[in-house]
């Protein structure tokens, strides 16, 4: 508009001096084609302001797109991220279940081969043994599988078997709880794993109720803590419940035996050797003390300091005089074997490398070697769990 009105005044100065020398009227075209000139560039100015205006506009309206699009794709991601995590989760549970063989009906259910060669292998190594006496040579050299037999009695308990060739059968001592007076007595593997069984078991009412998981049952006495004494083991025939003998273990009963079990101040172990009892000594820094039992008279045959720790431990097994001690985490979780220990001081703790257990449920309560069977009877946090165990022989005897 000014512009224009800028034109007009011009145009109207040049018809007031029309008659001037046409090197004026040159001088006004001159103005006019400038002005307009100016006009139209400050319209195509105006122009592509508005046009870089509606860019931007667009620019903006698409960068809020692409924000928005942004946000969609990281929330997509979270969420695969999440049931990614989800996935892996899954899997390593799955793994784990695997690993386990969780005691489904199927797998409580113990197979009449594995029984039928358990009693060939019991048969034919039970004479074995009896050549072979005192001069024992087997050394522990790991786990060869596990078997779940069945989910009984309470949390912590002990099951076991009279491993001597006299008394030794195939009955099965069932201990339920850390303190009882009465164990039941199976006829057999078969009979305590079916539960539908028609042959029902023994009641055994013991003298004075047993302290901790520790029992041992041995030539048909049963060998265990009596309850509310310090370190009083009572010697009980299963012929006719009485006590036949009873003895003191020394320096035993101030701390538990291990870290892992709070109950039980004396483990007793059945080897190919004999019987023995494991205990803490907190005058030796809470260590392990293996002690040799004579059984036929219950006295101490020798002592030894052993330089494994209680602390950790969930138990321990004795294999041809060679103390193994197993120890976890107070959370649970996969048992290691993490100390030995030679009364003949021929293995050297460097000689052993760490040796795992299958995953447990918790923690084992006890462990029992079998001396025959080559197994450990295990309780683990209320199942029932068998270790076959892979034995070396250090010397052939014939
Ligand atoms: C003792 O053991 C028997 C047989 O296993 C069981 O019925 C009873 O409840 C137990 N008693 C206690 C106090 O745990
Ligand atoms: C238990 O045994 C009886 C007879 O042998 C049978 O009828 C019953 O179905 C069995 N029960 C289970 C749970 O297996
Ligand atoms: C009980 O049985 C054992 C053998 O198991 C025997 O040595 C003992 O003399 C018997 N005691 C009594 C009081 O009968």
């Given amino acids: 508009m000014f512009l224009k009105l800028l034109a007009m005044l011009f145009l109207s100065l040049g018809a007031v001096r029309a008659q001037r020398s046409t090197q004026d009227i040159f001088m006004l075209e001159y103005f006019q084609r400038r002005i307009l000139e100016m006009e139209e560039r400050l319209i195509r100015c105006d122009q592509d ?20 699009a942004v946000n969609v794709i990281k929330s997509e991601i979270e969420d695969y991220m999440e049931s990614l995590a989800t996935r892996v ?8 279940y695997l690993h386990n063989k969780l005691p489904d009906a199927s797998s409580i259910e113990i197979s009449d081969s594995l029984l039928d060669q358990q009693l060939k292998e019991t048969q034919s190594k039970r004479k074995a043994v009896i050549l072979q006496g005192k001069e024992c040579s087997t050394r522990f050299i790991g786990i060869k599988s596990q078997k779940i037999l069945k989910k009984a009695g309470n949390v912590v308990g002990s099951w076991l078997k009279d491993p001597t060739a006299t008394s030794g059968s195939s009955k099965i001592y069932f201990f339920s709880g850390s303190r009882n007076n009465t164990l039941l007595q199976f006829g057999s593997l078969k009979s305590f794993t079916e539960s539908n069984t028609t042959s029902k078991p023994k009641v055994i009412q013991l003298p004075r109720p047993w302290q901790g998981t520790g029992h041992a049952v041995y030539d ?11 370190n009083e083991v009572l010697k009980v025939s299963l012929v006719n419940r009485t006590v036949a003998d009873r003895m003191l273990v020394p320096t035993a009963g101030r701390i538990p035996t291990y870290g892992l079990s709070p109950h039980t101040f004396l483990d007793f172990a059945v080897d190919e050797i004999g019987l023995w009892v494991i205990h803490a000594d907190p005058d030796i820094g809470g260590n392990l003390v293996l002690t040799k039992l004579d059984s ?3 006295s101490v045959e020798h002592t030894w300091d052993t330089t494994c720790k209680s602390h950790n431990a969930e138990g321990a097994f004795v294999i041809c005089g060679i103390l193994y001690v197993v120890y976890n985490a107070h959370s649970g979780g996969r048992s290691t074997i993490q100390c030995l220990f030679d009364i003949h001081d021929t293995i050297w703790m460097e000689e052993l490398p760490v040796m795992y257990f299958p ?9 029992h070697y079998h001396p025959q069977d080559k197994q450990i ?7 029932q769990t068998v270790y076959h165990l892979d034995l070396k022989k250090l010397l052939q005897v014939t």
């Fill in 49 to 68: 302001i508005q046009k870089v205006n509606q860019r931007m506009h667009d620019m903006s309206a698409e960068m809020r797109g692409q924000v928005g």
């Fill in 296 to 298: 036929r008279s219950l």
């Fill in 89 to 96: 989760d899954r899997v390593e549970r799955d793994v784990e």
């Fill in 377 to 383: 009877y295990a309780w683990d946090d209320g199942y």
């Fill in 359 to 367: 995953k447990a449920y918790s923690s084992h309560s006890s462990m």
């Fill in 220 to 230: 048909g006495f049963v060998y265990y803590h009596n309850s509310d004494t310090r």
